[in-house]
């Protein structure tokens, strides 16, 4: 069963895009190889479901990060030899000889760069090789985990096969005959075909393992750990947002008897990036991937739906607001459908006026709570919802994100808290930066503020 995460929830996280500014895809693109950067875009397309894959995969990375292996490759050499094996060959070795001394002929009368290609790519060949017995003898596959540790069998196979035992040493290379370039071709392309293939495909994976753990080891992340969905917990310690350098962690847990957060605070107190952080964590956790946290214990979910960044749709003629009722819609169908998922909802109808938005927060949280085997993270401005579903239920856990006022200046802790916020500084931050006094006294403006 695939994980669940839809292109509005992707968007609001910001996970996928290579290009894309602050990505986390681009936070862990430190690959070294296409294979190695087509099977990170993989994974994260694609989240696991099954706890015991998800620490299999989890296992691997921080064992690689323990023995600190750098990859061996460049992205250049890797290429050229990725591009060479690929190609294939057909004919036996009598073709093969055939079509390599034609082409060593033609570079004697016409200057035809075939030939160089053909023995350069060899030479670089017999060097990755070299490198590859010397990078996988540092491997234990009896001390690695499973799944690592039959990659590693699997590779010491292929170089130890006979075949390859008679290659020339790298300082050899310089010099050879082009018959031996044409055994060595016929070998490596056609004879070795799927072998080097497998090889290459190996190397590929421990690019992007070594990436990855890499990535954990210089951010001080960590591995979760998978639970079966039917516990039914979600805990983390420290937990942050991984793409910010100074990001303040927060300690978050909940269950089925607290599944339902409910999460107020000012603008810019920090709700939002503590709600992606929550939410690209659990994501990156059913990756196996390191999260942001110092201690990450969870319940896989069937998925995961999100509504921050709610655009609206001109030209379908949707307002902001009618694209949130959409959205909530969207959700409620999937939730409906008894799925465990994280659902987070960032200042719940916040396109309409006052009364709507208690009314419309109000119920669809307490319709939402019914849902136990779900997790939700609802966040408002409006206080005085969490002051009557407290009173009504028993499921939700209430937390806000302080405002310290400094005088008249205001200061963000980013502190999770208990309870509900009672701050209300919007107009001493209002009259602190001087509108009313701007506009009910124009002339202190320059004049040309005022010409139409």
């Not at 069998?153 to 082009?178: A, H, N, Q, Y």
């Not at 495909?201 to 690019?207: A, R, T």
Request: charge should be negative; include cysteine; charged fraction near 25%.
């Amino acid at each position: 069963m695939s994980f669940i995460a839809d292109r509005q929830s992707i968007d609001d996280l910001n996970l996928l895009g290579k290009y894309r500014a602050g990505s986390i895809y681009g936070l862990f693109n430190k690959v070294q190889t296409r294979g190695g950067e087509k099977l990170l875009d993989e994974m994260f397309r694609e989240p696991l479901t099954d706890p015991s894959a998800i620490n299999q995969r989890s296992g691997v990375f921080l064992y690689l990060q323990d023995k600190d292996y750098g990859f061996p490759f460049s992205r250049e050499q890797f290429g050229v030899v990725e591009d060479y094996l690929g190609a294939g060959s057909a004919g036996n070795i009598l073709t093969t000889m055939a079509g390599v001394f034609r082409r060593r002929l033609m570079e004697g009368l016409v200057k035809d760069e075939a030939y160089g290609h053909i023995r350069e790519a060899v030479r670089t060949t017999v060097s990755f090789i070299q490198t590859c017995r010397n990078f996988i003898g540092r491997f234990d596959e009896q001390e690695a985990p499973e799944l690592l540790g039959d990659k590693i069998r699997t590779v010491k196979e292929i170089l130890d096969d006979k075949r390859l035992t008679g290659l020339p040493r790298e300082e050899e290379t310089g010099d050879l005959s082009w018959q031996k370039v044409a055994v060595l071709h016929h070998l490596f392309v056609h004879v070795l075909e799927l072998e080097m293939g497998r090889l290459c495909e190996i190397l590929c994976y421990l690019d992007c393992c070594i990436a990855v753990s890499k990535v954990a080891a210089d951010r001080g992340f960590s591995y979760a750990h998978a639970l079966p969905e039917d516990e039914y917990m979600f805990h983390a310690a420290d937990l942050r947002h991984p793409g910010l350098d100074k990001a303040v962690g927060n300690t978050i847990s909940l269950d089925q008897d607290r599944n339902v957060l409910f999460l107020t605070g000012a603008n810019m107190a920090g709700k939002s990036t503590f709600m992606k952080s929550f939410g690209i964590a659990l994501y990156l956790a059913h990756m196996g991937f390191p999260v942001a946290a110092r201690d990450m214990v969870f319940s896989v979910k069937e998925g995961l739906y999100s509504s921050i960044n709610v655009p609206d749709n001109l030209s379908m003629g949707y307002s902001h607001f009618y694209a949130e009722v959409q959205r909530v819609k969207t959700i409620a169908e999937e939730v409906a459908r008894s799925r465990s998922l994280l659902v987070i909802f960032d200042e719940l109808f916040k396109g309409t006026n006052v009364k709507d938005a208690y009314d419309a927060t109000l119920a669809v949280t307490a319709a939402f709570a019914r849902y136990r085997n779900c997790t939700f993270i609802i966040s408002t401005h409006i206080i005085e919802v969490g002051e009557t579903l407290r009173e009504e239920h028993d499921n939700l856990q209430f937390s806000y994100l302080p405002t310290v006022m400094e005088g008249a200046v205001p200061r963000y802790t980013y502190v999770l808290r208990d309870g509900i916020t009672s701050d209300r500084h919007g107009m001493m931050i209002i009259e602190q930066e001087g509108i009313l006094e701007i506009i009910t006294t124009p002339q202190l403006l320059p004049d040309r503020a005022l010409q139409p």
